[in-house]
């Protein structure tokens, strides 16, 4: 699949997107290019970068005639052999992929929304034209993961990932758990820095997060599961509180992508968790990405390292470049078969039969009885209450209420999201109850 094309001196690849990790990618080839020479034995060319933006300065100066918006001449030209796409988004992105893969050029992408939604279609158009797709970058940005996922680890029966893949959502965290700045201005601050985007939902309501656990679980387990199916939980209703209080418990907070495997299936969910402060992922601060594996042979292992930004990102595309050019993509790509409709998935367990421990913050009536009505609730749901911690409440003007943080024992979903309704409805209770998982 696609070895033969490389067997020349030259290789010619076209980019598209020429925003931050395009400008990346562009300064390593032109400024490092001995560096893919080395590895590749063979000189590799960037002879076109498509953006609908030209005139926008760029802080890299490129060869007359490289920059174009005519993606077209890209896709026409036989002598062009691999298209890294990195505009971004759905489309153009899926419509670009195609036409590449359909004219016969290998894909590296960094996009992954696109393989998210679209991995089916892309990757069945891949194996039908003989060409391949890698997307090392689309995950975890410099952190080798999908790369170990898909051979050192291969022999391995994956029992869980547990990862930080959001690095926008891990920076406003660790600000407010510094206990120096609010939710609102957590994220001003990472707007600021680069880290967040002007519009920063995908990152802080947990899509980004679930669609790079899509790509995880896809790798690490055969999953097929649409992304939109993924219960997801954001960071939006964390209060700088419940950072104290989980301290006080001997926990962080971090936005956790998981998938556990058991006898029952395989479990997926994104939400924000209170994780040990022993545990390796509890302390991954600021935009850092990390991610624990356990395999029945290999045991635990654990990857850390900058989730984004321009050079981190710009090397595992072009980690990827050069594995498609030595052939290493085209043998993977053909063995794993990944996003085959065709091929059985792994069953993926139901939701509400989920089992976990929860982290609960209520606001009540300081008034005698309270409590017996809260654990009868939950103990008439099989939930049984680890700990309980009550504090005055933080708006002094209201001396009538007082906060009550519970943590449960193991309990199942279904049991423990009825028991949030009915407690709601207690006329004791003031406002929304909050709830985070506490990890095993």
């Known amino acids: 699949m696609g070895l033969e094309i490389y067997f020349m001196e030259k290789v010619k690849v076209a980019l598209f997107g020429f925003g931050t990790i395009g400008t990346g990618v562009a300064k390593i080839l032109f400024n490092h290019a001995d560096r893919i020479t080395q590895a590749t034995g063979r000189t590799v060319e960037l002879v076109k970068i498509c953006d609908k933006d030209i005139t926008t300065r760029r802080d890299i100066e490129l060869p007359s005639g490289v920059l174009c918006t005519d993606a077209e001449s890209v896709f026409s030209d036989p002598e062009i052999k691999i298209g890294i796409e990195l505009i971004g988004g759905l489309e153009p992105a899926r419509t670009f992929v195609l036409r590449l893969l359909e004219n016969g050029k290998d894909v590296v992408t960094a996009n992954k929304a696109l393989i998210a939604q679209h991995g089916n279609e892309l990757f069945a158009t891949a194996r039908k034209f003989g060409r391949t797709i890698a997307f090392e970058a689309a995950v975890c940005g410099g952190i080798p993961i999908l790369s170990a996922l898909s051979t050192a680890l291969q022999a391995n029966t994956l029992q869980s990932i547990n990862a930080i893949v959001n ?25 600021k820095l680069g880290y967040a985007e002007a519009n920063p939902a995908m990152d802080v309501d947990g899509t980004d997060a679930v669609q790079k656990l899509t790509i995880l679980a896809q790798l690490g387990f055969g999953a097929n599961v649409s992304w939109q199916s993924v219960p997801r939980l954001g960071i939006e209703s964390i209060e700088s509180i419940d950072f104290r209080y989980a301290k006080e418990l001997g926990y962080r907070i971090k936005l956790l992508a998981v998938a556990e495997c058991s006898s029952g299936g395989l479990e997926l969910h994104v939400s924000p968790t209170l994780v040990k402060g022993d545990n390796p992922l509890a302390r991954v601060r600021d935009a850092f990405n990390a991610v624990r594996i356990v395999g029945d042979s290999v045991g635990s292992v654990f990857f850390q390292g900058l ?103 193991e309990a199942r979903e279904g049991d423990l999201l009825e028991a949030i309704i009915r407690l709601e409805q207690l006329p004791a209770l003031l406002g929304k109850i909050v709830r985070l998982r506490v990890q095993n």
């Open 167 to 191: 690095g926008t959502s891990n920076y406003i965290l660790s600000q407010m758990e510094s206990g120096k700045t609010s939710y609102r201005d957590a994220v001003l601050q990472a707007q």
């Open 307 to 409: 989730g984004a930004g321009q050079l981190p990102t710009a090397s595992a595309v072009l980690g990827d470049v050069i594995d498609t050019i030595l052939g290493r993509t085209a043998i993977t790509f053909r063995t794993l078969n990944l996003w085959d409709s065709a091929k059985p998935s792994i069953a993926i367990k139901s939701p509400d039969e989920f089992f976990g421990k929860s982290y609960l913050r209520f606001s009540v009536q300081d008034q005698p009885g309270v409590m017996h009505e809260i654990s009868g609730v939950l103990g008439g749901l099989g939930i049984s209450i680890a700990s309980m911690i009550q504090h005055e409440p933080e708006n002094k003007t209201n001396t009538k209420s007082t906060v009550l943080i519970l943590t449960t024992h």
